[in-house]
């Protein structure tokens, strides 16, 4: 598992500050409530990143590098998955923020069930 985007994250993380600190000095009167939907505006970018960082540095994103014995099992009927190349996969965040993750297709050379595996 690839685990190397502490820089990434630190760099977006201080954005995130600059960006409260500056829109905190453009709206000096603003409601708690106001700087409550702007901080989780900011830090849904911060959650998106990570989140498609983690998701991408998964074992599974990548199939053919991983021996048969150690790929996930089908849910259906427990084969080891084998892989069909690599898609993309668009998805929403809670945030509304949107993540592209480019992953193995995984498909069970037993039953023939397709799909992205989770992890």
């Given at each position: ?5 502490g820089?990434?994250w ?52 990548d ?57």
């Open positions: 598992m690839k685990a190397d985007f820089s990434r630190q760099a977006l993380s201080e954005d995130v500050q600059n960006e409260m600190r500056a829109w905190r000095l453009q709206h000096p009167r603003a409601t708690f409530s106001e700087m409550e939907t702007t901080l989780d505006e900011q830090l849904d970018r911060l959650r998106a990143c990570m989140l498609e960082d983690m998701a991408l540095a998964s074992d599974v994103a199939l053919c590098s991983m021996p048969p014995k150690e790929r996930p099992p089908c849910p259906h009927c427990n084969a080891p998955l084998g892989p069909r190349g690599k898609d993309k996969r668009c998805l929403r965040t809670e945030g509304d923020q949107l993540i592209t993750l480019e992953r193995s297709y995984a498909v069970c050379p037993t039953c023939g069930v397709g799909f992205f595996p989770s992890g």
